[in-house]
């Protein structure tokens, strides 16, 4: 081996960890699969739903709640000042001595508020887009997220009751995107579907990927 061949691969050898170094931080980046078990996503009964949550109502294309609030947004007309402006819900689930009230308005904003039987109390407790409400074993739930323009965000809240003229609606969960819908199932758990799979919440209050078998 002449001395200029020897002096060269220690060269040669650092280019070639170099170039192989740049491969690797140019391949592409795959996900790992989410590993979902098999569950059986039978429904709960109507009679059993009833019983678990007789409190809510939902409204109609032509039939509004008999619910309304005042909220202050800012205006859309491109001042920016707030205006004062009457909401009616899509939802309502009674609970704590009075109504949780969800409104869903897509890029235009949504909130849980709470109305009191009285009528004389409200207050928001979220500033979310609500998708909807179930008492669970450990508490009532609120589902929210919003899907617009290519950004997914989605999250579930636990509402508790801190004072008697008091609520919190506290995030329990992140979700991987947007939900969609949710259902009670035999079980008792809850099945949330979202844009990317579906999820059980079940009854100790836990979240888990899984995959649907049965109706």
Known sequence: MTRQRAAAEP????????????????????????????VDCTPMAQPELARVQPEKRRAGRTQPLPFSYTIEELSRDGKDELIAVERRPFIAFRAFGGWLL????????GELMFQANSGGTTW????????????????IVV???LDHLGRESG????VSQVTDTQLTAEKLHGLPSAPTWAEHLSSGDLLIQTRR?????????SLRPIRCVGP
């Open 102 to 109: 969800g409104r869903n308005d897509g890029e235009f904003g």
């Open 143 to 145: 589902l929210a997220g």
């Open 155 to 158: 999250s579930l809240f636990l």
């Open 197 to 205: 799979g579906e999820l059980l919440l079940e009854a100790d209050g």
């Open 11 to 38: 060269h040669v050898r650092a280019m070639r960890v170099t170039a192989l170094f740049a491969i690797v931080l140019s391949a592409p980046c795959v996900a790992q699969p989410v590993f979902r078990q098999a």
């Open 124 to 139: 928001v407790l979220r500033d979310e887009n609500i998708v909807d409400i179930f008492r669970m074993p450990f508490g």
